[in-house]
């Protein structure tokens, strides 16, 4: 069956897994999820293609299933994008009003006048997140379209990527079949599947750990402020279990999921674990926490790494709250290790809507990323984000772009 245009495909492309979700709004406006499908990744490291042919395969494979499971024909995509090489800044822009009130086509050009940074060639924008407006130095303006002023400014959240990096996203999905719709940050994802409206209000942090990338995003007043990607993540745990126990990896990433702990206190030292031997050698035993002293370091510098960084964001003591996701958050007690280190409270993330269909089988923080994609995709207001043109796109697209800004901006006005 043909895709319906209303019908959304997430597509979380990851260092461990290749994620497909499509879903569409249900009947009373929850999310309908019609189909999911699961490859194994072994095209990327640390969020970045490597591999072109793998992350293909991958990627069909995945989507493949998710088709087979809705009965439909995908043809776009939204997908995730991550790694290390993600940046964050803060813009300012400012613009004289020449008209008795502000239009929205003042509103365009002061956003346009925002993106007027020095950036490397080898960089493009990804997002770019109003945080406010001023009109005649008056702050904390929401909407400004209609008021009246002779200078109007903007404080704006500027995401940019490497330009390779999305590039060879775009080849390997267009070489699988598919054409991209949309490139979204992935912790900017993960937060509308994972988050309460009220803990972005008072504000949350936001830490997502994967296997090549640990992924925050910092919320206060139901606005994005700050965004991060660090390189240490699940798959170091892994390699660490396997470095230290001389196991496959395989192996170590099955023990790291089935007896794993991230804190030794909390671990049964009594609890002895079998460890198959290499090459038809004797297995091999090793006692729950002595496995959990293999952990816990590494569990402990993501944290830490994480809390430096919010730290250095300028918005830590602004902090209510910590939500871990991903498929690291669900190593054993890795909530009382975030406890401690981020002195917040913390909860661990699944995906908090209510929906229909499969909606179970994805409702896991393993897969917070792929259903963020879909209710970024469904969500008229999109936390105000506005998407610059892609780079090597068609820049006849701009305007429509910022068209499209105004309508998400509206709906998000109207939810504060």
Same mark, same amino acid.
């Given at each position: ?80 994008? +991550?790694?290390? *090489? &993600?940046?964050?800044? !803060? ?5 004289? %009003? ?6 929205? /086509? ?47 400014? +903007?404080?704006? *959240? &500027?995401?940019?990527? !490497? ?5 060879? %996203? ?6 699988? /079949? ?51 990607? &660090? ?9 660490? %279990? ?59 510098? &993501? ?114």
């Amino acid at each position: 069956m043909a895709m319906d245009d209303q019908i959304i495909v997430g597509l979380d492309i990851g260092t461990t897994k290749v994620c497909a979700v499509v879903a569409e709004s249900g009947q009373y406006g929850e999310i309908n999820v019609l189909g999911m499908g699961i490859a194994e990744s072994k095209g990327l490291n640390r969020g970045v293609v490597i591999n072109i042919d793998r992350t293909v395969a991958s990627i069909q494979k995945a989507i493949h299933a998710a088709e087979r499971a809705a009965d439909v024909e995908v043809q776009n995509v939204i997908v995730g994008i +991550a790694g290390d *090489h &993600i940046k964050s800044s !803060l813009s300012r822009g400012v613009i004289t %009003i020449s008209n008795p009130e502000i239009t929205e /086509g003042d509103v365009k050009r002061l956003l346009e006048d925002t993106t007027r940074v020095a950036m490397p060639p080898d960089r493009e924008i990804l997002h770019i997140i109003p945080q406010e407006f001023s009109v005649d130095g008056q702050d904390g303006v929401l909407d400004p379209v209609g008021m009246s002023g002779v200078r109007l400014e +903007a404080n704006v *959240h &500027i995401i940019t990527g !490497l330009v390779s990096a999305a590039k060879n %996203i775009d080849r390997c999905i267009e070489k699988a /079949g598919y054409h991209v719709s949309d490139v979204v940050l992935e912790p900017l994802a993960s937060s509308y599947s994972v988050l309460y409206p009220d803990e972005m209000v008072a504000g949350v942090a936001l830490i997502d750990i994967g296997g090549g990338t640990t992924d925050i995003a910092i919320f206060e007043d139901h606005r994005i402020r700050h965004t991060a990607v &660090i390189a240490v993540a699940g798959n170091h745990v892994t390699e660490d %279990i396997r470095n230290w126990l001389g196991v496959m990896r395989s192996q170590a990433e099955q023990l790291k999921c089935k007896f794993g702990c991230a804190m030794v206190d909390h671990s049964d030292s009594n609890d002895e674990i079998k460890i198959p031997g290499l090459g038809g050698r004797p297995e091999k035993t090793i006692s729950s926490g002595a496995l959990a002293q293999i952990i816990q370091p590494r569990m402990q510098e &993501i944290l830490e790494i994480a809390d430096l960084e919010i730290r250095r964001s300028g918005n830590g003591k602004h902090l209510q709250a910590a939500v871990l996701t991903g498929g690291g958050s669900l190593i054993a007690h890795t909530k009382d290790l975030a406890d401690e280190v981020l002195g917040l409270d913390t909860r661990v993330g699944s995906p908090t809507k209510q929906g229909s269909g499969l909606w179970e089988e994805v409702s896991d923080p393993k897969y917070a990323t792929g259903t963020g994609l879909v209710l970024y995709g469904l969500s008229p207001n999109n936390l105000g984000d506005i998407r610059r043109e892609r780079i090597g796109g068609d820049k006849g697209n701009k305007e429509s772009g910022f068209t499209k800004f105004f309508s998400r901006m509206k709906g998000w006005f109207d939810e504060l």
